[in-house]
């Protein structure tokens, strides 16, 4: 594998399950990002990982939970969800740097569509 | 505030030019990213800009004026596998990036 990856592809859920996407990044990377993106929208950034640890949460509802259990991999964990969450959650990674902001380019995995009924 | 604007679509033919717009108004700037997404691939990474001026990759060149808030990406011999949306981001004073909505690109033959 090379790249960004990210599974589920596609995923379809009731308002009350609970399920996790998963990103993985083979670029050596430290810093990790979840999007969200609705159709004619822009990408909405909701978390930054930098070396594991979190550097922003932007005002996300709490049935969205990340987790980073190292450099490499990203969990976005999801419950209760409402219908209008339904969108494509990408993932990307960057180089960032040791110890500062990740300002450097991003690499984005393909993303996961969400339907939630 | 932070704004950011592109075209929603536009239409070009094959073997042409194109130039799609992007403004911007921000507090901060540390660089102007374009992308590229396919309908229903993630957006690939095609150009960065920090500095004013054109800097050109191939067929494609990215341009900017950090005075006037505004860049623009040229596409040059377009092809039918140019047919994407184009999105523009903003890197702020807080170095997150700021997304426009995308301009939707179709190449007709």
């Known amino acids: 594998e090379t790249g960004v990856t990210q599974t589920p592809r596609h995923l379809v859920m009731g308002m009350t399950n609970k399920k996790s996407l998963k990103c993985e990044q083979h670029l050596g990377h430290n810093a990790m990002y979840w999007y969200k993106q609705s159709a004619k929208k822009p990408l909405e950034l909701m978390f930054v990982y930098s070396l594991e640890e979190r550097v922003e949460n932007n005002s996300v509802p709490s049935r969205f939970s990340p987790e980073c259990p190292n450099s490499s991999h990203l969990f976005l964990h999801l419950h209760t969800l409402q219908p209008e969450d339904s969108a494509l959650y990408l993932c990307?990674?960057?180089?960032?740097?040791?110890?500062?902001?990740?300002?450097?380019?991003?690499?984005f995995g393909p993303g996961t569509r969400l339907t939630v009924l | 505030g932070q704004n950011i604007d592109q075209p929603t679509e536009m239409t070009a033919t094959e073997g042409a030019i194109v130039q799609i717009n992007c403004t911007y108004q921000t507090s901060g700037f540390n660089g102007l990213f374009w992308y590229q997404q396919h309908a229903g691939e993630a957006p690939t990474f095609l150009s960065y800009n920090v500095l004013d001026g054109l800097e050109e990759k191939g067929r494609f060149s990215s341009f900017l004026s950090r005075s006037k808030g505004y860049s623009y990406l040229l596409l040059k011999e377009l092809q039918m596998k140019d047919s994407a949306s184009y999105l523009c981001a903003l890197m702020d004073s807080n170095y997150q990036l700021i997304w426009g909505a995308g301009t939707k690109l179709i190449i007709k033959p």
């Open positions: 990307a990674s960057s180089q960032g740097l040791a110890g500062g902001p990740p300002t450097d380019t991003q690499y």
